[in-house]
């Protein structure tokens, strides 16, 4: 039983397993190995850097002849990067994190899909509005970035199915195996985007330390925080938050976050210990499902092992007892 969805018939894959555009993580080998195993590999393009866009896209282009795509971060991308992007020709083009209109007219005359990963019932809205293709729900339980006031992935998920009518949706936060993505279906998505669990793979780009750290971690070491966005200087914007594995100086800031925004010796104090090899270059973002990462195999065996419990779990349920 193959895990037919209106997304696998979109694009033109065999599984509905997404790779999640995870920036620094998900480069090209590794979102051209899920594309090989069967899912739809994104790289994680982040704001756009044109280095990263050229080295990383190569890499993808030249590695897998199945549909691949980029994602973008909405927020802090400019049109050139998106044009840039679309020179080495995505099959979809995935924004997350704000309002896309600025961007879709390109991707549209590429013939690209259009992803647009949401956090709110309002973004979902807003999804639907400007034409999506496809939309990506995306709750709480995520590693990495989401809405500082996320959602719950399970009443999330079929809340964002039922006002996209006939758009597809995909599920994502906190779906790391076959089960998760069983249950993403149920739920009436018509497929997953997986973040975390793709990260302790072999092509991976995170530092194997930080592997480990997600092979070894439980859901409760994760936290959702603006800390870490503060006291290292990133430009996200404050409105989202992001999921981590612990972190000293989240626990130096635990609950006095709003006196950290222009607090230079904060600001100093971190990079002095990254300076010195006290904390690690960057946080490690990771969601609630690193329970279930146990292992760090290849993405394409990881798809495939997904994708064939799935089609276990759901086989089962459908059995007579
Ligand atoms: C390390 C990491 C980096 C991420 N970077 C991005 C990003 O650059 N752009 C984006 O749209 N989402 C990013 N995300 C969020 C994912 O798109 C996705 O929503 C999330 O990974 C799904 O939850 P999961 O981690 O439980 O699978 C990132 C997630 C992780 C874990």
């Given at each position: 039983?193959?895990l037919?969805?209106?997304?696998?018939?979109?694009?033109?894959v065999?599984h509905?397993?997404?790779l999640?555009?995870?920036?620094g993580?998900?480069?090209?080998?590794l979102?051209?190995?899920v594309?090989r195993?069967?899912g739809l590999?994104?790289?994680?393009?982040?704001?756009g850097?044109?280095?990263?866009?050229d080295r990383?896209?190569?890499?993808?282009?030249?590695?897998?002849?199945?549909?691949w795509?980029?994602?973008?971060?909405?927020?802090?991308?400019?049109l050139?990067a998106?044009?840039?992007?679309?020179?080495?020709?995505?099959?979809?083009?995935?924004?997350?994190?704000g309002?896309p209109?600025p961007?879709?007219?390109?991707v549209?005359?590429?013939?690209?899909?259009?992803?647009v990963?949401v956090t709110?019932?309002?973004e979902a809205?807003?999804?639907?509005g400007?034409?999506a293709?496809?939309?990506v729900?995306?709750g709480t339980?995520?590693g990495?970035h989401?809405a500082?006031?996320g959602?719950s992935t399970?009443?999330?998920?079929?809340?964002?199915?039922?006002?996209?009518g006939p758009v597809p949706v995909l599920?994502?936060g906190g779906i790391?195996?076959?089960?998760?993505?069983?249950?993403a279906?149920a739920?009436g998505?018509?497929?997953?985007?997986?973040?975390?669990?793709?990260?302790?793979?072999?092509?991976?780009?995170?530092?194997?330390?930080?592997a480990?750290?997600?092979v070894?971690?439980r859901?409760?070491?994760?936290v959702?925080?603006?800390v870490?966005?503060?006291?290292?200087?990133?430009a996200?914007?404050?409105?989202?938050?992001?999921r981590t594995?612990g972190?000293?100086?989240?626990?130096?800031w635990?609950g006095?976050?709003d006196?950290?925004?222009?607090?230079?010796?904060?600001?100093q104090?971190y990079e002095?210990?990254?300076?010195?090899g006290?904390?690690?270059?960057?946080?490690?973002?990771a969601?609630?499902?690193?329970?279930?990462?146990t292992?760090?195999?290849s993405?394409?065996?990881l798809?495939?092992?997904?994708?064939?419990?799935a089609?276990s779990?759901?086989?089962?349920l459908?059995?007579?007892?």
């Amino acid at each position: 039983m193959a895990l037919s969805t209106a997304f696998t018939d979109l694009l033109g894959v065999p599984h509905p397993i997404v790779l999640a555009p995870m920036g620094g993580s998900a480069g090209g080998a590794l979102a051209a190995a899920v594309s090989r195993g069967g899912g739809l590999g994104l790289v994680g393009a982040g704001t756009g850097d044109p280095g990263w866009l050229d080295r990383e896209l190569t890499i993808v282009a030249s590695n897998t002849d199945q549909p691949w795509g980029v994602g973008f971060l909405t927020w802090g991308v400019t049109l050139d990067a998106v044009e840039r992007a679309l020179a080495y020709r995505p099959r979809a083009v995935l924004f997350s994190f704000g309002d896309p209109s600025p961007f879709l007219a390109p991707v549209r005359r590429s013939g690209a899909t259009v992803i647009v990963q949401v956090t709110t019932i309002d973004e979902a809205r807003l999804a639907v509005g400007i034409g999506a293709d496809v939309i990506v729900a995306q709750g709480t339980e995520a590693g990495g970035h989401g809405a500082r006031h996320g959602r719950s992935t399970l009443p999330f998920v079929p809340a964002v199915v039922d006002l996209a009518g006939p758009v597809p949706v995909l599920a994502a936060g906190g779906i790391a195996d076959g089960r998760g993505v069983a249950a993403a279906l149920a739920l009436g998505a018509a497929g997953a985007l997986i973040g975390t669990r793709f990260q302790a793979t072999v092509e991976s780009l995170v530092d194997p330390r930080a592997a480990q750290a997600i092979v070894d971690g439980r859901g409760e070491d994760t936290v959702r925080n603006g800390v870490l966005d503060i006291v290292r200087g990133s430009a996200w914007p404050s409105r989202y938050t992001s999921r981590t594995l612990g972190h000293p100086h989240l626990d130096r800031w635990r609950g006095r976050e709003d006196e950290l925004p222009g607090n230079t010796e904060a600001r100093q104090s971190y990079e002095d210990d990254k300076a010195a090899g006290v904390i690690p270059a960057l946080p490690i973002w990771a969601g609630e499902a690193v329970d279930l990462v146990t292992d760090r195999p290849s993405a394409a065996e990881l798809v495939a092992r997904i994708a064939h419990d799935a089609e276990s779990v759901l086989h089962r349920l459908v059995q007579p007892r």
